[in-house]
């Protein structure tokens, strides 16, 4: 059983880091897909909405399949569906072939997001100890790859099918194979479990609340709120703004993506040592100080060690809102999760947008104060995050044996 879940959970880090990968080598690539297709300025960020919309729309039907099919079977088949599109971004002539490849993407990628997190989940249940981290720092990894091949493919002037399709064809068959052994969790058990505790934390074992999700929902859009802006505007603002070099203003959302790896490598162990709950109100507060640095900053270089700040902090607060939610409604994780997913590409949709219109109409300086005081927020809501007490009398999970009792390959 121990070498079961080991594999279950190698095969899904890789998983994770693949999707890294992939990833960063679409929204890296952003301005080159722009010039392939000539997309005008006007009409690019309707093509950059579609992908989080729909990705959305991906992972509301990813609730309703799972009730019928495995999350291993749909993150089996969602992954190299992803990758396959992503060579079709980089391959097609038309802007109807583009249009159809993001939407292939976004709507894979709700599904692969969604059921990547149910089997996170799943797994830590199993391990009764955290575990999510590490499977976010995976993603992490892979984004970094993922940027660096897009680097040198535009350093080299490669065309897009060139950059993509060697990362692809690497990554399409480890993933199938790596695919056997996922390890799914087992739903009844779940449910049977949460009848026999009486009435579980969200009060009931055969659904998701909202009311009770919601808090999880705000944190998840605020962290992806602080994420897009660093991803969308960390360069232009410390080149426009705090008068770097364009070549230093590359630099942050790199330093952002090794910090963020870095601090969900060794996350786990604060969770472990100090519990969920204390691990989220750090990193908030870590990541609201960063802001405030980012927005007071007198240079470049002080402007640089607030948006590290910001990787610390920020790290923390997905993973462990999965994982709350996983918690909190133990009979209904997959469902819960789903939702809470949602809201991922609502903060993303939300972030940019919002941040370029106070830059505009305010100062770019003011508007990173805005998502200091939504993460700051999430310090409201740090008390969804504590351990819910189970069955056995404790506030801790526990491994048990019907988690792991059935492997995606059959085992």
Not at 177 to 186: A, I, K, M, N
Not at 331 to 353: E, H, K, M, Q, W
Request: charged fraction near 10%.
């Amino acid at each position: 059983m121990t070498e079961l879940l080991r594999r279950g959970r190698a095969s899904l880090a890789f998983s994770f880091f693949a999707q890294g990968a992939a990833f960063a080598l679409l929204v890296t690539r952003i301005p080159a897909i722009q010039d392939r297709y000539g997309v005008s300025d006007a009409l690019l960020p309707a093509f950059l909405a579609a992908v989080p919309v729909l990705a959305g729309a991906g992972s509301v039907a990813t609730e309703q399949l799972v009730k019928r099919v495995p999350a291993s079977a749909l993150l089996r088949w969602s992954q190299p569906v992803v990758l396959l599109a992503l060579v079709g971004v980089g391959a097609g002539d038309t802007m109807l072939q583009l249009a159809v490849s993001l939407a292939v993407f976004g709507l894979s990628v709700g599904v692969l997001d969604a059921s990547m997190n149910m089997l996170g989940v799943s797994l830590q249940r199993a391990y009764g100890r955290s575990i999510m981290l590490s499977f976010h720092a995976a993603y992490s990894l892979g984004g970094i790859v993922g940027a660096s091949f897009a680097w040198a493919g535009a350093h080299w002037h490669l065309a897009l099918w060139v950059s993509y399709l060697p990362v692809v064809v690497v990554l399409v068959p480890a993933v199938l194979v790596g695919s056997r052994w996922y390890v799914d969790s087992d739903a009844d058990a779940d449910a049977e479990r949460v009848a026999e505790g009486g009435r579980g934390a969200a009060g009931k074992g055969d659904g998701v609340v909202f009311k009770l999700l919601l808090p999880l929902c705000l944190v998840m859009t605020f962290a992806y709120i602080g994420d897009s802006t660093v991803s969308n505007w960390s360069a232009k603002y410390l080149q426009d703004v705090l008068g770097s070099s364009e070549q230093l203003a590359t630099v942050p959302y790199n330093v952002y993506m090794v910090t963020t790896l870095v601090g969900r490598a060794i996350g786990d162990f604060g969770v472990r040592r100090f519990g969920a709950a204390a691990v989220v109100r750090l990193g908030a507060l870590v990541a609201a100080v960063g802001f405030a640095v980012v927005a007071g900053a007198p240079g470049a270089w002080v402007g640089m060690g607030g948006f590290t700040l910001v990787g610390l902090g920020l790290c923390v607060l997905v993973p462990q809102t999965f994982a709350a939610a996983g918690r909190l409604f133990p009979g209904a994780s997959d469902a819960a999760i789903a939702r809470l997913n949602v809201f991922n590409y609502v903060g993303f949709l939300v972030g940019s947008p919002l941040v370029g219109a106070l830059g505009d109409a305010w100062s770019y300086r003011g508007a990173m104060v805005v998502p200091m005081v939504l993460v700051l927020v999430t310090l409201v809501y740090a008390r969804s995050f504590a351990a819910q007490p189970d069955r056995y009398g404790g506030g801790h999970e526990r491994p048990r044996t019907a988690d792991v009792g059935r492997g995606s390959n059959g085992l």
